[in-house]
């Protein structure tokens, strides 16, 4: 009898210790899901895989993860330090139908005038979102508003500010409930020229964009960055231009539009009536709505393709290009590009926009510009254009509505209380590609179904697939064919540390992938 009671406690004893086990992987994950300190997160990884749960308790866990009760209808306004040591201010807007138990759509609206000088101020930030359309519509639909804010140093086309939009997208989703498939972007002006940018080179977070009154090639000129139209054949885009925008006007951009279509682009075009404004507005605001509704993400598009000279901007969805290889491009792999004419009205300065006038206060000198060589300085106020008067910037530009490329200009400044008389010439009209060309591309045509995944690769040297159990059968094997060779065949295992450390990078409750595949060409 005794041995009896030994071997139950005994038995007992091991369930219960069996069961704190179970609890401790469970307790450890929800610490990993949390904290954000690097060192701290290789522990807890290492804690939950000795642990030995299985990936299907875990991506269960994180895909049923709770999220605190917050004050709603508000704008939250924060700050986050970028890569470059530089702390910025940053606003959420959380609309009064927010539910921490509901998936949210988020919108991701980016801001134009992106190179003032200095981090925006947090009472301007407020202000600024205190007029904000975009606001209101999150208001009235139910959205979750992420609004970064960048500046020279940190525009929406270099790696500071990049990262910096990409680091607060994965903040949000910490710690609010997003609904990974309605993440959008979009904006004005340079917000419309990155968002561009982001379908062409980082569209995996994104359902779609909408781009206004924006440049297609602003990234890729202003950020050095290589992008290809083929690209915008997976993520859908909304764009809009308008006839008399001194900036993009439709004329002019309509052309890249076209090339991007021909090029595989999905892409939904309207141009209207107005300047370099969002006087439009009122029209377009609810068509975006209902253009929004129509396209959430596929996360598991059954055709990929995708273009990239770089690794780091070498992913798309479950797709990745790791590595460019020196073979001739395949005859089907063709540039698609542009040759735009430059002749604009640009005198080559940046103003202080916050010098109330009246005048236009001198911030800074673009290099090799009309500006410099006629002795323009900052801290200049220019006072008049020839013999018309400049009070403010609508003065000026309507000075510029008069010339043409290759005219003289004449400017007249305030310098130290002295007014000086300054002569130059604009410079003559230019031609430039729409995209920067300096290195080769790789491109890959992808497909998958039932279990087998079809590529055809030009210049493709390596890449990656990365694999989610609601895409294949784990249980059968996974071919990959590679211009009609077999590059993999066989069954793939779920590896739990990948999944953790793959969805502590992306934050993406849709996109738990339990395995990489590489192959190397």
Not at 19 to 46: G, H, P
Not at 75 to 84: E, P
Not at 98 to 125: C, K, M, Q
Not at 484 to 500: I, M, S
Request: charged share 25%.
């Amino acid at each position: 009898m005794k041995s009896f009671r030994a071997l139950v406690v005994l038995l007992t004893l091991g369930l219960w210790v069996a069961w704190l086990d179970a609890a401790r992987w469970e307790v450890d994950l929800d610490q990993l899901l949390k904290t954000t300190a690097e060192s701290e997160q290789e522990k807890l990884i290492s804690k939950i895989v000795s642990a030995n749960p299985s990936w299907q308790e875990v991506s269960e866990r994180i895909q049923g993860m709770e999220f605190p009760e917050v004050e709603i209808g508000k704008i939250y306004l924060r700050k986050t330090t970028c890569i470059d040591g530089v702390e910025r201010p940053w606003v959420l807007y959380v609309s009064s139908a927010y539910d921490p138990n509901e998936p949210t759509p988020l919108f991701v609206n980016l801001h134009g005038g992106v190179s003032r000088p200095e981090p925006i101020p947090d009472s301007e930030a407020l202000e600024f979102m205190g007029d904000n359309l975009f606001k209101n519509l999150a208001e009235e639909n139910g959205w979750l508003l992420l609004f970064p804010f960048g500046q020279a140093g940190a525009t929406w086309w270099d790696e500071v500010g990049m990262s910096n939009i990409n680091n607060l997208l994965r903040t949000v989703k910490k710690e609010y409930n997003v609904d990974d498939d309605r993440v959008w972007m979009g904006g004005f002006s340079d917000g419309a020229s990155a968002s561009f940018l982001y379908a062409m080179v980082m569209p995996t977070d994104y359902a779609a964009f909408i781009a206004l009154s924006g440049h297609m090639g602003t990234g890729s000129l202003g950020g050095d960055l290589p992008t290809y139209a083929p690209n915008f054949y997976n993520t859908a885009v909304y764009a809009v231009t308008s006839f008399e925008d001194q900036l993009f006007p439709s004329a002019k951009m309509r052309a890249a539009i076209q090339m991007a279509r021909e090029a595989g682009g999905n892409i939904f075009y309207r141009e209207q009536e107005g300047e370099h404004d969002f006087s439009y507005a009122e029209e377009e605001l609810p068509k975006i709505v209902h253009f929004l509704e129509r396209h959430p993400r596929d996360p598991f598009p059954t055709r990929i393709i995708w273009e990239s000279a770089v690794p780091w901007f070498g992913t798309c969805r479950w797709f990745a290009i790791d590595r460019i290889s020196a073979d001739p491009s395949a005859s089907w792999h063709v540039d698609h590009n542009l040759v735009l004419t430059d002749d604009r009205i640009t005198i080559g300065f940046r103003h202080d926009d916050t010098f109330p006038g009246p005048g236009i206060k001198v911030r800074e000198i673009v290099e090799g510009t009309a500006a410099e060589q006629m002795g323009l300085v900052a801290g200049d106020v220019i006072i008049r254009g020839k013999k018309r008067k400049i009070k403010d910037m609508d003065d000026l530009m309507a000075y510029k509505a008069g010339l043409k490329r290759g005219d003289p200009i004449q400017l007249t400044v305030l310098r130290d209380g002295q007014k000086e008389l300054l002569k130059g010439t604009l410079p003559p009209s230019t031609n430039y590609y729409l995209f920067k060309r300096e290195r080769p591309s790789a491109m890959a045509r992808v497909s998958f179904s039932a279990n087998r995944v079809e590529i055809e690769g030009s210049r493709l040297g390596g890449f990656s697939v990365f694999v989610h159990p609601d895409m294949i059968r784990l249980e059968r094997n996974l071919v990959i064919n590679v211009n009609g060779e077999e590059a993999f065949n066989q069954k793939v295992e779920p590896d739990l540390e990948f999944l953790l450390q793959n969805f502590l990078a992306n934050r993406d409750r849709k996109l738990i992938y339990v395995a990489k595949i590489e192959v190397e060409i």
